[in-house]
């Protein structure tokens, strides 16, 4: 199911979107870098459901998106003052955090991990939907696993087809470096996957 999101219609673009997200489906959607494709991060059904679509090896962790910085406990166990600097300063944007996860949060979010990957997109559409589902997203690029992540709604379309319950047509996303990854479990921190946020923008605030 396709859904087009123009200024006229996006609130209830995000209405029905949220309403399928609570149900345990799957939403396609525009980032600040490529289209995610998501579910609500404490369904674990819905999660499961993410993994198939994107024919995804279950032991790959899936980050998960908030909709502001202050959500962030709902998703972490604790937050270290160092983590909340990085957020405040950087967040929305090109920075992914790694947490202990929250007890909330589904072993199928993390691999089976004992951490959790967490970020606040800056791309306006996005974070409404976030925010209209009322809870964060597990989510990850809208693609089937080793494919090209896509810029357009017509690449979802292509990629994922009807395993996806509904696609939010945001026009064209601006692609772009991945989010820096940060690792804030270990001492000292260190950065797992480099991208827009350079080290030297990290370290003073650790």
Known sequence: MRLAVTPSNREEALSRAAEVL??????????DTVYGVGALAFLEEAVERLFQAKIRDRGKAIPVLLSRVEELHRVVRTV???AWRLAASHWPGGLTIVLEKSPLVPDAVTGGGPTVAVRVPDHPLALRLI???????????????GQRSPTTADEVEQSLGDAVDLLLDGGLCPGGIASTVVDMTVHPPKILRPGPIRWEDIAPML
Do not use: M, Y
């Open 80 to 82: 270290p003052p160092a």
């Open 131 to 145: 925010e209209v589902a009322g809870a964060p997203l597990a989510a990850t690029s809208a693609n089937l696993s």
């Open 22 to 31: 609570r149900k345990g489906g799957l939403v396609a959607f525009p980032t």
